[in-house]
């Protein structure tokens, strides 16, 4: 297994109900998340049927509502490392910085490194291969299957 083996996608998306905050009617919310350059960046729209309500918005990391609905339609994902590559001080000091685990911490959790939102662990798995680790993002069926 060599770098990224699920290959960096455009990003998810999740559509949702919510109540318009001008009328009260039912509204759709599109929530999206994707890959820019070398960050995550989050979208949103909301659409009422009601009053004809329309907003849109950007953000940087997706707030509780965004990131729920994101995992709900698209399932959470876990990142595992199979490799550390040839300096592997290298990679340990990207985890370090992007997760907070020390070195130990890191070795002992490499097969489940982090779990999540496949968006922002391939964006982490690109950067770790960056320093020559090799790895996977995949889904989980279930959430208990990531113990952390």
């Known amino acids: 297994m060599t770098g990224v083996t699920a290959g960096p996608r455009d990003g998810e998306d999740a559509t949702v109900a919510e109540q318009c905050p001008r009328c009260s009617a039912p509204a759709r919310v599109y929530y999206r998340v994707f890959r820019r350059e070398t960050d995550v960046r989050w979208s949103g729209s909301l659409r009422c049927d009601g009053c004809g309500c329309m907003m849109e918005w950007d953000f940087d990391a997706g707030d509780e509502a965004a990131r729920a609905a994101i995992l709900a339609a698209n399932g959470r994902w ?16 990207v985890i ?20 999540g939102i496949r968006t922002e662990l391939e964006l982490l798995l690109a950067k770790l291969v960056e320093e020559g680790a090799t790895g996977e993002c995949r889904r989980l069926d279930d959430a208990a299957e990531f113990r952390q």
Do not use: D, M, N
Request: charged share 30%.
């Open 78 to 93: 876990v990142l595992a490392v199979t490799s550390l590559g040839r300096v592997p001080i290298r990679v340990l000091r």
């Open 96 to 115: 370090w910085h992007e997760l907070g685990f020390k070195p130990a911490e890191a070795r002992a959790r490499l097969e489940r490194l982090a779990c």
